[in-house]
């Protein structure tokens, strides 16, 4: 049976280098391929952000692009708690993020929109800015 394919994944919060969630410090580790960029909106919650992606008020949010192994998206997928249904705090999405001239196709993990009311907007859009590593 062959492997699954490798995919990248777009970090834009804790997992980024230097994070609470440091995605180097996973196993199996994942290939750095560069900065991106999205349009969205990063929102605060306590330690870590929401992304939203798109909509009226979108900003250019930054974030690193790894390829990950299947195992590794399993881990994450527990990190950022994907649930079946309305309950899961993250909606895993996947889009064309550039990276260094080039578009990759990469997961993205954005909040569920449900838990974005109240919540106050970074509007410089670069987490490790806000909170610092």
């Not at 490798?6 to 994070?19: I, K, N, S």
């Not at 290939?31 to 919650?45: A, I, P, Q, S, T």
């Not at 064309?96 to 509007?123: F, H, K, M, S, T």
Request: net charge negative; proline share 6%; hydrophobic share 40%.
């Amino acid at each position: 049976m062959p492997e699954a394919p490798l995919r990248h994944v777009f970090v834009y919060g804790t997992l980024r280098r230097g994070g609470r969630n440091d995605i180097n410090r996973l196993e199996p580790a994942p290939r750095y391929l560069g900065m991106g960029e999205v349009k969205g909106m990063l929102y605060h919650f306590d330690w870590y952000p929401g992304l939203s992606l798109g909509g009226q008020e979108a900003i250019t949010v930054v974030g690193e692009v790894y390829e990950i192994a299947p195992q590794l998206e399993c881990l994450l997928d527990g990190i950022e708690k994907i649930v079946p249904g309305d309950a899961s705090e993250y909606l895993k999405r996947e889009l064309a993020v550039e990276v260094d001239g080039r578009q990759l196709q990469c997961l993205v993990y954005e909040i569920n929109p449900e838990r974005v009311r109240g919540r106050q907007a970074i509007r410089h859009g670069d987490w490790i800015l806000f909170h610092g590593a």
